[in-house]
């Protein structure tokens, strides 16, 4: 029996931010991807739902099924199962917004610069320009405020131009 997997859809793009075995390129049908506020966090996070056109990102597999240390990760999440809406070969799964937590409208929760950087970086890498766009397209909640975090520090290392995200462009 093949290991499981994940979909990931924001920072787990970023090939650089884990390493797990065989990423590989996908889009997930009918399904969206949100930014949330929510007061067990200081910064907004991406979550993905289902209804939408589809999204990007990567499946990546879980050798032997050891999943504690993604949902350590993706702690605020719930895993659910897409094996089915991916027609992947082996169990597949996607982490989504906990229903448990609740969601605020507090605008010191907005979307860390840093966090966002991380995530175009991956799509760029993974999916180039046109990955870019189809991320800022494909992903809803932009009404909330952008917090330049990056000379904050334990901030992820710099990124090129090219890999970062001017307030234009999510405006």
């Known amino acids: 029996m093949s290991d499981p997997a994940f979909f990931g859809y924001g920072s787990l793009v970023n090939l650089a931010t884990h390493d797990y075995a065989d990423p590989q390129p996908a889009t997930l049908p009918g399904w969206h991807r949100v930014w949330h506020m929510t007061d067990t966090r200081d910064a907004a996070f991406l979550s993905a739902s289902p209804g939408g056109d589809g999204i990007d990102g990567i499946i990546a597999k879980v050798p032997g099924a050891d999943w504690d240390a993604l949902d350590r990760r993706e702690g605020a999440y719930q ?93």
């Open 79 to 171: 895993r659910i199962d897409v094996t089915d809406a991916l027609a992947a070969p082996q169990p597949t799964a996607i982490y989504s917004v906990a229903p448990h937590l609740a969601v605020t409208a507090d605008p010191e929760h907005g979307i860390l610069l840093s966090y966002l950087d991380v995530v175009v970086q991956g799509f760029l890498k993974v999916f180039g320009e046109d990955g870019v766009t189809r991320f800022f397209d494909t992903t809803r909640g932009w009404d909330m405020p952008i917090i330049d975090d990056r000379t904050t520090p334990g901030r992820w290392p710099a990124f090129s131009a090219k890999e970062t995200v001017s307030s234009a462009t999510v405006a």
